[in-house]
């Protein structure tokens, strides 16, 4: 399966994760008028590429996705394990290749409309039919077939054991869509959107869109206040910072500088003006990937030795001023199967003569010359330092001659994709939280790192082992197996995990529901105290 991802685009506006919480309570619908806080400003660098859920995988999306349509399943504040949400019951049978939904009594769309099992299954077709480059449809692969027996009543048929398919479904892309209004083999021109999630988006431009609380809306979330304003920054973040500042937004989601995340967190101003940072861990994570067919870092021996001398926690002090941590692992902290592969193998530091030795043991005796890829625009400002540093790094050695170069993304993501650079880095944010999201797009058939590396234990036996166990837990032996083949093979080096940062007034409530391992944003948890 080939999967389109949502590519990180810079160190805190790609955090979209957090710390564990207790979950939510399983009742849900919209408080009471009087008990509304408010209306809600909540202000991102990012802009929204799509309403429509058949196109879009951007964060800014997503988000617009998770708030204003249902999925059969959701995640719950705090959980890496999908519950019914659209739907009232789910299960799986015929050995994780039959999964049955049935819909709760009542679903009905902004509209109007009533939300049946064939709103489920045009949903599913429709982003499948039309499969939009920047959609989510390779998410849905694994799915052969769907019957709808009543009007209350959806059954998968999978093409393989597919465990993991009720995380798929509970992300964005499940999200589901009116028959009535949205074309089958299009999309919905306009930026009309008709869900039947907690919130109907009002109206949106490139700066601004206006979200109101849906009050037909059935489901298991809790809506805690009257509405939400999302202002878009496009990229400037000074002018976010300068909004938060000034009041005039009530939460920095995603977009402020590790600069200015670092200051605000230990300012002792901050707490007088009425600002604080809340912080979090995060599935966020970045890696410096190599091309296996390139003719300096194909070889073992160079990216071994490249392992040895990255010393990651003076990359973070010095480029992302620890707003991230150091990452040993192809699944990171707080994922099912995280291990420390990397550290295990190579260690935590400048190991020179093991670099050397690594160099020797492959016929390498003269200076590498390497060129290490950057693109600021889609990782962030802080990723041309992120790889100078690295290259600085290396020479301090004396074993390399690198150097950093940097290009537009279109024109970096034509270049990867011809096999032009030798190393390049690449951003990930996952699209539901299991280890699986973390590793077969990475190493199974056609993965997205365009890196020429298969291994046929990882590709024949691994994932499709991990992808019909329904136990998720029981997985962790079998994806740390995977991580100590990719540790000792190194077709990419792990370097670091994001932490997850908001920045908000002091009378803003609700936000630590918001940043979780799910990547779900959830506007009903966010209230303001009297």
């Given at each position: 399966?080939?999967?389109?991802?949502?590519?990180?685009?810079?160190?805190?506006?790609?955090?979209?994760?957090?710390?564990?919480?207790?979950?939510?309570?399983?009742?849900?619908?919209?408080?009471?008028?009087?008990?509304?806080?408010?209306?809600?400003?909540?202000?991102?660098?990012?802009?929204?590429?799509?309403?429509?859920?058949?196109?879009?995988?951007?964060?800014?999306?997503?988000?617009l996705f998770n708030n204003v349509f249902q999925s059969l399943m959701s995640f719950p504040p705090g959980s890496s394990t999908p519950v019914p949400e659209a739907a009232?019951?789910?299960?799986?049978?015929?050995?994780?290749r039959t999964y049955t939904c049935t819909l709760r009594d009542g679903l009905k769309f902004s509209n109007g409309n009533s939300l049946t099992s064939a709103d489920v299954k045009y949903s599913f077709d429709r982003a499948i039919r039309i499969n939009d480059p920047a959609g989510p449809a390779p998410l849905l692969s694994t799915i052969s077939s769907i019957?709808?027996?009543?009007?209350?009543?959806?059954?998968?048929?999978?093409?393989?054991?597919?465990?993991?398919?009720?995380?798929?479904?509970?992300?964005?892309?499940?999200?589901?869509?009116?028959?009535?209004?949205?074309?089958?083999?299009?999309?919905?021109?306009?930026?009309?959107?008709?869900?039947?999630?907690?919130?109907?988006?009002d109206s949106?431009?490139?700066?601004?869109?206006?979200?109101?609380?849906?009050?037909g809306y059935h489901g298991t979330a809790e809506v805690k206040n009257a509405g939400v304003t999302l202002r878009l920054f496009q990229g400037d973040q000074q002018a976010l910072q300068s909004s938060l500042k000034k009041g005039e937004v009530d939460i920095a989601y995603r977009g402020l500088t590790a600069k200015a995340i670092a200051a605000l967190d230990t300012s002792p101003t901050a707490g007088k003006e009425g600002i604080e940072v809340v912080t979090g861990s995060s599935a966020e994570v970045q890696h410096m990937?190599?091309?296996?067919?390139?003719?300096?870092?194909?070889?073992?021996?160079?990216?071994?030795?490249?392992?040895?001398?990255?010393?990651?926690?003076?990359?973070?002090?010095?480029?992302?001023?620890?707003?991230?941590?150091?990452?040993?692992?192809?699944?990171?902290?707080?994922?099912t199967g995280h291990s420390t592969a990397f550290f295990d193998t190579y260690g935590d530091?400048?190991?020179?003569?093991k670099a050397k030795d690594a160099l020797k043991d492959s016929g390498v005796t003269d200076k590498v010359k390497l060129t290490l890829w950057s693109t600021p625009s889609r990782y962030g400002p802080s990723t041309d330092d992120e790889l100078r540093t690295i290259a600085k790094q290396l020479n301090k050695s004396g074993l390399f001659d690198a150097r950093m170069e940097t290009v537009p993304f279109d024109q970096y993501?034509?270049?990867?994709?011809?096999?032009?650079?030798?190393?390049?880095?690449?951003?990930?944010?996952?699209?539901?939280?299991?280890?699986?999201?973390?590793?077969?797009?990475?190493?199974?058939?056609?993965?997205?790192?365009?890196?020429?590396?298969?291994n046929s234990a990882i590709i024949d036996r691994i994932i499709p082992q991990t992808s019909s166990m329904t136990d998720r837990a029981s997985t962790r032996q079998k994806f740390i197996e995977l991580q100590d083949i990719v540790a000792r093979e190194v077709p990419l080096l792990p370097l670091w995990q994001g932490k997850q940062y908001a920045v908000a007034h002091e009378n803003v409530r609700g936000l630590q529901n918001c940043l979780d391992t799910s990547t779900v944003f959830r506007f009903w948890e966010l209230t303001t105290a009297p």
């Open positions: 399966m080939k999967v389109r991802k949502r590519w990180s685009s810079t160190l805190v506006a790609g955090g979209l994760t957090g710390v564990l919480l207790t979950g939510c309570g399983s009742q849900g619908g919209i408080w009471p008028f009087d008990e509304y806080k408010g209306k809600m400003v909540v202000g991102m660098s990012d802009g929204i590429l799509a309403t429509d859920p058949a196109s879009g995988y951007d964060p800014g999306s997503w988000l009232q019951e789910c299960h799986f049978s015929d050995g994780s019957r709808t027996p009543s009007e209350e009543t959806v059954v998968f048929n999978l093409k393989v054991p597919d465990a993991i398919f009720p995380s798929k479904i509970a992300s964005g892309a499940g999200s589901i869509v009116d028959s009535h209004v949205y074309p089958k083999d299009r999309l919905l021109d306009g930026g009309e959107t008709v869900g039947s999630g907690p919130y109907r988006l949106i431009s490139k700066s601004k869109a206006d979200f109101s609380v849906y009050s990937v190599f091309n296996m067919d390139d003719p300096v870092v194909g070889k073992i021996g160079v990216r071994k030795a490249i392992a040895y001398l990255l010393d990651r926690n003076s990359l973070l002090s010095e480029v992302y001023e620890s707003t991230a941590t150091p990452l040993y692992s192809i699944v990171p902290a707080g994922i530091g400048p190991q020179l003569q993501e034509k270049d990867i994709a011809e096999g032009v650079y030798g190393v390049y880095v690449k951003g990930w944010v996952p699209d539901y939280p299991d280890p699986d999201n973390f590793t077969q797009p990475f190493f199974g058939k056609d993965n997205v790192l365009s890196n020429n590396y298969k």
